[in-house]
């Protein structure tokens, strides 16, 4: 369980550092669309930071207690062992059936592959069935209601956190088309906007990329309307794919300006600073 944790621990964690800016791209199998999909989708981000983080304090709770029994000797061991199997047996179930909602969300609103989330959920199941088999559970019933106990509560959880973060209906055009833009331009960044536009400056998007939404209402409606947006989502509306793979674009939103790539939602000062725009 111990060298599972790990494996979960380097996977979440390699998540969170790239989501943060720390490490550069990852090759992800099965392509890293389907990844950057899912990872930067509505669904990849809780109370402002990546969920991969969570993740990753999971797998370290278990690596813990999967070590525990193992490092303490003597009376302490004896006492420890039995908290930490049902602390490994709890955790992992949450882990699992949280774990399984992911993948619905995945599969059925997302409609994308990410390799890396797909590994977090066999890991998880495999703590999961582990840790019951390992354990001693003198009182079966005990056992059984403490996990559906567990399973009820991280499921509609789960379940309510997954169709909370869905948006509502009407607020996109359909798939393949982003959210509409609500808030209003200031004249100073409808200005801004016509001189990134004029200086050649590009902004790489994705339709379901929530941070690319959270870019375009900074800008406002009329300002978004005049920036150079490439959509490079492969089912988005005037897809241009083969410029973004050749750009190497990895992340949205992404902004080429002066020749120079730079993704992550910029405020419009940095913008102007980067571009050159004088208010």
């Known amino acids: 369980m111990a060298v599972l944790a790990t494996i979960g621990a380097i996977d979440t964690g390699s998540i969170t550092l790239k989501r943060w800016g720390v490490l550069g791209s990852l090759t992800c199998p099965g392509g890293a669309d389907g990844c950057d999909k899912v990872l930067g989708s509505a669904w990849g981000t809780v109370l402002g930071q990546p969920l991969s983080l969570y993740g990753f304090l999971a797998y370290l709770a278990v690596l813990l207690l999967a070590l525990l029994p193992l490092v303490l000797r003597g009376e302490s061991r004896s006492r420890l062992a039995s908290l930490s199997g049902w602390g490994l047996l709890l955790i992992s179930t949450g882990m699992a059936v949280f774990s399984l909602v992911l993948m619905g969300v995945m599969a059925l609103k997302i409609q994308a592959f990410c390799f890396f989330c797909v590994l977090s959920a066999l890991l998880s199941l495999a703590l999961f ?14 056992l059984v209601f403490r996990l559906v106990l567990v399973a009820l509560v991280v499921g509609l959880a789960g379940l309510g956190w997954a169709a909370a973060v869905d948006r509502p209906a009407g607020e996109t055009g359909g ?13 100073e960044a409808i200005a801004m906007a016509e001189h990134l536009t004029r200086s050649g400056a590009v902004m790489y998007s994705a339709w379901w990329c929530p941070h690319c939404n959270d870019q375009k209402q900074l800008f406002g409606k009329e300002a978004t309307d005049r920036l150079t947006i490439v959509e490079c989502a492969a089912d988005g509306r005037n897809s241009q794919t083969e410029r973004c793979a050749a750009k190497g674009i990895q992340g949205f ?22 571009s050159g725009f004088k208010p």
């Open 253 to 274: 939103p992404s902004w080429e300006i002066k020749g120079q790539l730079d993704s992550g939602v910029k405020s419009l000062q940095q913008l102007a600073e980067r």
């Open 175 to 187: 798939r393949g088309v982003p959210p509409v833009v609500t808030t209003v331009s200031t004249p």
């Open 129 to 142: 069935v582990l840790s019951l088999l390992s354990g001693e559970w003198p009182d079966r019933g005990q």
